[in-house]
């Protein structure tokens, strides 16, 4: 290919003004800046690394804001994400593939008419710049399930899961270093004066359990599927080197599997416990293909999880939070009048703004006061003791219910559901790492909706990473069904 007089002219000037902004910055912003020019160079070679970049960086928003380091109009996250969706958009436009195929069209059409609704729900609820920022979210999750969709046709979905298992592991690390007191960590988060609970570059244990909590059923179902596909390709007369090769993902998938249990463990949130009890539930259910096999496993795992929460088999301290986080779902009162101590504030907190939210809902029932405006109506609905917003419901149906109403909470759950249809049946996958992830996918998305009813999981740009994750069930069903066609 010639190469143009404007383009060494262009790329002339690029280079004088990255060098003297990095020479006259500060000596982090240089580092940054050259670090960013880096990923930029490298993301031009592949795709791939642009979406493990935005997938790792984005979620260092909350830990930039607090450091007060970060000197742009856009997050960090944000950041990444736009270099993302450009960097794939000049790949597509360079290889002439701007027409969806027919089968991705049929895959993304619950989510794309979901925020499309969010969209419409705008016009009559009133767009604010707080519905702006929540419905961009969502077509931010859209245009991610696009991207990794067509990252999973390119370079097949081991390079998205790889992907989304490093930006969690990166995180794993940092959260295990804060519990252990290898890096500094906030003293209010200590468990009795001794370690600190877990919560990486989140700022908070609950949403940084959340992260854990759905990829970690990946990387279970990741080691296994690996290691059948190891199995299925090892031949007795292949060489030490060519068999450590073929195991060598399984080894990796391990060892993050590892660290993400373990990070969810000791983030000591319960609301991610009792979603990781009923994420294992269903991992152990969805792994058999037979439903008289899933069912019976289904039982056994529920009679095992109750022998050992009335066994007193548990430590106390584990007992004592899973109890205290079951009671607070299915011993809903009102709080108003109630005493509150050290011991029951955070539990008398969030049943606060529970109520906060019925009685947004009470008042407009279907359509809700708007994506986004929870905490805008916080001060008219709040409980008398309770003066300060925590900027969402704590219960993210609840909070979906107070801003988009019966209708919105009706189609959030309806998305839900066919996520859920979609990864068991893709459990007839015949691959078995196709499979096996389907079956991961399937456990992760429950234990999201589980712990969803004590938290807002939609935060600190974690919405990109359930993004990929999304498409990368969507590259397993549309296969699927491509076998089925042919």
């Known amino acids: 290919m010639r190469v143009r007089p404007s383009d060494n002219l262009f790329w002339a000037g690029f280079a004088a003004f990255a060098g ?48 007060g380091h970060w000197p742009f109009p856009l997050d960090i996250g944000q950041v990444a994400f736009v270099g993302l969706f450009l960097v794939w958009l000049a790949h597509v436009i360079r290889n002439h593939k701007v027409d969806l195929p027919a089968r991705w069209k049929a ?32 077509l931010s999750i859209l245009i991610l399930v696009l991207i990794s969709l067509s990252l999973c046709e390119r370079y097949g979905g081991s390079a998205v899961l790889s992907a989304v298992l490093l930006a969690a592991m990166v995180n794993a690390l940092l959260g295990l270093m804060q519990f252990t007191g290898l890096v500094d960590s906030a003293p209010h988060f200590k468990i009795d004066g001794q370690f600190t609970r877990a919560y990486g570059s989140y700022e908070q244990p609950n949403p940084f359990a959340g992260l854990m909590g759905m990829t970690a059923p990946l990387a279970v179902m990741a080691t296994w599927g690996f290691a059948c596909r190891a ?14 090769l073929h195991h060598l993902p399984t080894l ?33 259910t969805a ?23 009335f066994s007193g088999a548990l430590p106390t301290a ?14 809903i009162q009102d709080v108003r009048g109630v005493d509150f101590d050290a011991n029951n504030y955070a539990l008398v907190e969030r049943v606060a703004h529970w109520q906060a939210a019925i009685r947004m809902a009470t008042d407009r029932p279907y359509l809700g006061y708007g994506l986004g405006s929870y905490e805008e109506q916080y001060a008219e609905y709040r409980l008398a003791n309770w003066p300060d917003s925590l900027g969402h419901a704590h219960n993210y149906y609840l909070n979906m219910l107070a801003e988009t109403g019966l209708v919105g909470l009706f189609a959030y759950l309806l998305l839900s559901i066919t996520i859920l249809i979609w990864s068991w049946r893709a459990r007839a996958h015949p691959d078995p790492l196709a499979r096996s992830l389907a079956v991961g996918v399937f456990a992760s998305w429950l234990y999201f909706c589980i712990h969803s009813l004590s938290d807002h999981l939609y935060v600190n740009h974690s919405f990109l990473i359930l993004g990929a994750i999304w498409g990368l069930l969507l590259h397993i069903r549309c296969q699927q069904q491509s076998q089925r066609v042919a």
Request: aromatic share 12%; glycine share 6%; hydrophobic share 60%.
């Open 318 to 331: 584990l007992d004592a939070r899973l109890r205290s986080a079951v009671h607070e779902l299915i011993e």
């Open 20 to 67: 003297g902004l990095i020479a006259f910055s500060p000596l982090w912003i240089s580092a940054l800046l050259a670090a960013s020019l880096g990923l930029l160079f490298s993301a031009t070679l592949s795709p791939i690394i642009a979406l493990q970049a935005a997938l790792t960086l984005a979620p260092l928003r909350a830990l930039l804001s607090r450091v």
């Open 252 to 284: 990796l998938s391990f060892i993050c599997s590892v660290c993400l249990v373990m990070a969810l463990l000791l983030s000591w949130s319960r609301g991610a416990w009792l979603g990781a009890i009923c994420g294992t539930v269903a991992l152990v």
């Open 287 to 309: 792994i058999p293909r037979r439903r008289w096999a899933s069912g019976l496993i289904f039982v056994i795992s529920i009679g095992i999880a109750f022998a050992i929460g």
């Open 107 to 138: 895959a993304i059409a619950p989510l794309a008419i979901f925020v499309f609704f969010l969209l419409l729900h705008g016009f009559f609820a009133g767009i604010t710049f707080a519905w702006l920022q929540e419905w961009l979210k969502w």
């Open 231 to 244: 199995k299925r390709s090892a031949h007795q007369n292949d060489p030490p080197q060519s068999r450590f």
